[in-house]
């Protein structure tokens, strides 16, 4: 089974900035692309950004392009998300997706909370 955990939440000010990480153990990391996805309360789940397994190509919600930047290093079994000019509409619970390239099978970790907030 495989188990993306996520960390690096937190309360932080607006325009400040935070990194989350999401982590694996004990699998191919490379044959999984990597997306973040965030719930607000009382709202449906949205994407924000993604990379493939390979790490060559990226995409981001509009909402935030520009401040948001998505990495991932294989060798350490690690994708990482850095918030930078942080929102009080970026307070969400942010969830990791991993997605193998080659079943197309979906995991989902639990969830990092995130709150802006002066």
């Known amino acids: 089974q495989v188990q993306p955990v996520e960390s690096g939440g937190g309360l932080v000010q607006p325009g400040g900035s935070l990194r989350l990480t999401c982590e694996v153990r004990g699998r191919n990391f490379n044959h999984y692309g990597v997306g973040w996805f965030r719930q607000a309360p009382g709202k449906e789940r949205e994407f924000v950004s993604a990379?493939?397994?390979?790490?060559?190509?990226?995409s981001y919600a509009d909402s935030v392009k520009g401040r948001f930047t998505i990495s991932r290093d294989n060798a350490k079994n690690t994708a990482h998300l850095q918030m930078n000019s942080l929102k009080p509409e970026d307070t969400a619970l942010y969830y990791c997706k991993m997605q193998n390239i080659r079943s197309g099978n979906v995991y989902w970790g639990q969830g990092t909370q995130v709150t802006v907030s002066s």
């Open positions: 990379i493939v397994w390979s790490g060559d190509r990226t």
